[in-house]
């Protein structure tokens, strides 16, 4: 049976944030310094970290490598966060590294896992890991990794409570992983008068390394060096243009530092050809419809969705629910003239948005009482948006129908 979170970790809500790292840092100094036992390299932003942490992954195991991926949060099973050559470790050896750390009650559950994660990878003994920063950059967990090699996605406006209200105070904590690493790359998504706050001047822009374009059609191209090819565009929508030139930068520093041989463009192809990454623009069955789900959980977020809706020849009926702490009224004006029809339902977690405030938003919307009525209200073409866990919610379902 799959490890069941909400058992080994009930005393340890997924809410609570601690916004320092002396206590992680003193029970992982206990525990003989595990995240130094690989290199690293970290993935900071406020959206595209997952997907492009598993593109870059993804490239690394194609030139040889053993790796670990470290990601947050899980879709429906836990052990996806922490996932070995590709494939999510086994429930057995996470429970182990999990209930090992029981002696430390007053771990958060991000930290739990980060110490988790960074156990099995010793263990394993992975060539590499990949790791993609939970919030922020000045005091993540991960940052306890010491990565030697960090890019940076995008800077948004997510979690303005602790990391500030301004794109300033939050390039300037976001940049201070990248001031510690030994190389940086910044992400196409950064704006140009944002880089001076990130307070890390031997930054490079991942297009002074690698460039990507977006041909058309569902294809790529990518040039580096002397080298150029272009692929099938390995996840959909055209923003992944931009984390998939992140990735491809910073599998380059890696070949750079040593930890791998040059970037082929056929072992490029092959690792990126296919690949999946569920809740980014990918459809599922449930109960023999298509859904098209996105976790667009904040404002920047449901902007690119709203974009790739309207490149497409149909429009689609939505089911939104998101958590308490997003614009919801903004990410409802983004969307409402993007699709069709709209239900709103609640989440089962305690930060849920109210119900109240989600039909308010989406003014005229139906309400449901849960996730899966919420879809058998709408006719096709079926998208579901606004959270993950609201697709992590409905891809546990889709398992089972």
Not at 45 to 58: F, I, Q, R, V
Not at 197 to 204: H, I, Y
Not at 245 to 264: D, F, K, R, Y
Not at 359 to 377: H, K, M, T, W
Request: charged share 25%; proline share 5%.
């Amino acid at each position: 049976m799959p490890v069941d979170a909400a058992v080994i970790l009930e005393n340890r809500p997924q809410g609570r944030i601690r916004p320092r790292l002396d206590v992680l840092r003193q029970v992982l100094a206990e525990r003989g310094f595990p995240q130094l036992d690989f290199p690293s390299i970290l993935v900071v932003g406020t959206n595209g970290k997952g997907s492009t942490a598993a593109m870059l992954d993804a490239v690394l195991r194609s030139h040889g490598l053993s790796t670990g991926l470290f990601t947050s949060p899980h879709l429906v099973r836990i052990e996806e966060r922490v996932r070995l050559n590709g494939v999510p470790v086994d429930e057995t050896v996470l429970e182990s590294a999990i209930t090992d750390l029981d002696e430390y009650p007053d771990l958060t559950y991000f930290e739990t896992m980060t110490a988790a994660a960074f156990a099995v990878f010793s263990e394993a003994q992975v060539d590499v890991t990949v790791l993609e920063a939970g919030m922020g950059g000045s005091w993540d967990a991960t940052r306890l990794a010491e990565s030697a090699i960090v890019g940076l996605t995008n800077i948004g406006s997510d979690h303005a409570g602790w990391l500030g209200a301004k794109p300033t105070e939050v390039a300037r904590d976001k940049g201070r992983a990248l001031a510690a690493a030994e190389k940086a790359v910044i992400g196409s998504g950064v704006d140009d008068d944002l880089v001076a706050w990130l307070g890390a001047p031997a930054a490079r822009r991942a297009r002074s390394l690698v460039r990507c374009a977006d041909m058309g059609g569902g294809r790529v191209s990518m040039c580096w060096e002397r080298r150029s090819s272009n692929i099938r565009m390995p996840l959909p929508g055209a923003f992944q243009c931009d984390n998939l030139e992140l990735a491809l930068a910073l599998a380059l520093e890696a070949a750079n530092t040593g930890w791998v041989g040059s970037l082929e463009p056929s072992r490029i192809r092959a690792a990126l050809d296919g690949m999946s990454w569920p809740g980014r623009l990918s459809v599922h069955r449930f109960e023999g419809r298509e859904v098209l789900m996105d976790c667009a959980h904040n404002l920047e977020a449901a902007r690119a969705l709203a974009e790739h809706l309207k490149g497409l020849d149909r429009r689609y009926n939505l089911l939104f629910s998101c958590l308490d702490d997003k614009p919801v009224e903004a990410m409802a004006e983004v969307l409402k003239d993007c699709v069709g029809d709209v239900v709103v339902c609640p989440l089962d977690d305690e930060r849920a948005m109210p119900l109240e405030r989600l039909a308010a938003a989406f003014a005229g919307a139906e309400v449901a009482e849960n996730p899966q009525s919420g879809l058998e209200r709408l006719s096709d073409p079926l998208l579901a948006a606004g959270s993950i866990r609201l697709v992590g919610a409905l891809l546990a379902l889709a398992e089972t129908s």
